[in-house]
């Protein structure tokens, strides 16, 4: 195990040229080999973050770390430990299956033998060899899906990022992404995980943060997130977050049961 935390985030500031300030002053740490979430409405800088860490975007202040190296002044070493599982696909549609994991290796620097070698590995463990000489136009959905993941794991990465890894897809294909997720975690990659569905990231994740209007509302584990807030459960906590507390199963069924009192 690494002596450097898989991820470093320390003040990150982010303003763009018409004065909108995305991130303001953020820090968090993801330790090595840490499954680590966050959490945040939409807008509330959780994109821009990934792209500063991925080198999509520079900072305007502060700095990121993966692994130690610096994402803007050591950018190579940063970005060969990183890769990125994008809410969106984005997927070449006239590639074969190989020839999106070919591509994305060769571009990583990775020999011809090893490429062709972690290629079969992949498509194997994401149940697509029988795919792997067709077009990604031709995949359903949920292929385009494992491809994009695959393709995220070819240049074997300490760090992956998920962006809304399972958004549309239905609950089989969710579960077993997830058991994908955990297996590459056990193995002993980092993984920084953004999602709505709050009981993936109860299931998945040891630590969390919660990330609004550009800022780190608070981190920690699923039970001091709850005490933070005083309330019983990551969803409450959330709503909490954002201001809905109105919307929490506790106070919905509480407002039925007033109902039911009243009608009785």
């Not at 579960?175 to 993984?191: A, D, H, P, R």
């Not at 630590?207 to 509302?217: C, L, Q, R, V």
Request: proline share 3%; hydrophobic share 40%; net charge negative.
């Amino acid at each position: 195990m690494s002596a450097s935390p898989a991820l470093e985030v320390t003040d990150l500031v982010k303003r763009y040229p018409n004065g909108m300030e995305a991130l303001k002053g953020v820090s968090l740490e993801i330790g090595a080999g840490e499954f680590f979430g966050l959490l945040g409405p939409n807008g509330a800088g959780k994109s821009t973050m990934i792209h500063c860490i991925t080198g999509l975007a520079r900072p305007t202040s502060g700095t990121v770390k993966v692994f130690g190296h610096d994402a803007v002044r050591n950018y190579r070493q940063a970005r060969e430990a990183v890769a990125l599982a994008p809410q969106e696909i984005n997927l070449d549609m006239f590639l074969t299956l190989e020839e999106t994991l070919d591509l994305h290796g060769g571009y990583f620097g990775m020999s011809r033998s090893d490429r062709r070698e972690r290629a079969a590995e992949l498509l194997e463990a994401f149940s697509l060899t029988s795919k792997r000489q067709e077009r990604t136009r031709t995949l359903s959905g949920g292929m385009k899906r494992r491809l994009t993941l695959a393709r995220a794991l070819m240049h074997r990465p300490r760090l992956l990022i998920l962006d809304e890894p399972t958004a549309g897809v239905d609950i089989e294909l969710r579960l077993e992404l997830w058991q994908y997720i955990e297996k590459i975690n056990s193995e002993g990659t980092s993984v920084m995980l953004t999602t709505h569905y709050l009981e993936e990231a109860e299931r998945l994740c040891d630590h969390i943060a919660f990330i609004n209007h550009g800022e780190i509302a608070a981190q920690g584990t699923i039970p001091e997130l709850t005490a933070r807030y005083g309330v019983s459960t990551l969803e409450d906590a959330y709503l909490t977050l954002v201001g809905r507390q109105e919307l929490s199963r506790a106070h919905l069924g509480g407002e039925a049961e007033k109902i039911e009192e009243t009608a009785a």
